[in-house]
């Protein structure tokens, strides 16, 4: 994906060595009506992750996409925090430490 195509990003701090993740401006899409793409990308500019959420329209993945990142973070190895909150300061749809509990119930389309 293009840099120009990146809507939003947030500088993330592990273990004292800085990432960021990037989200991409919401796309049509052949396997539902929209999706947008986010990446982990540390200080070298390599990807460290990268994912993509589908949604009926851009809001919707948009959101579901802020909203699934911080599980996607807290699932990996060590802890990304954006001014000192865990999981990059983003919400927790699952409760940490009870994968069974969910916190956030996704919208979907009526």
């Known amino acids: 994906m293009n840099t120009e195509d990146v809507i939003a ?3 993330l701090d592990k273990d004292g ?8 401006r919401p796309t049509e899409d052949e396997i539902s009506d929209y999706s947008c793409r986010w990446s982990l990308v540390d200080e070298a500019g390599m990807i460290e992750a990268t ?7 851009e809001v919707q993945v948009l959101l579901f996409t ?5 599980d996607q973070l807290a699932a990996m190895p060590g802890d ?8 990059g300061g983003f919400p927790r749809m699952v409760h940490p430490g009870n994968d069974n509990e969910i916190l956030w119930r996704l919208p979907l389309g009526t």
């Open 51 to 57: 994912g993509k959420m589908h949604g009926i329209d």
């Open 80 to 87: 990304y925090s954006h001014l000192g909150t865990p999981d």
């Open 17 to 24: 060595q800085h990432y960021e993740v990037l989200i991409y």
């Open 66 to 70: 802020l909203m699934i990142l911080g």
């Open 9 to 11: 990003r947030r500088v």
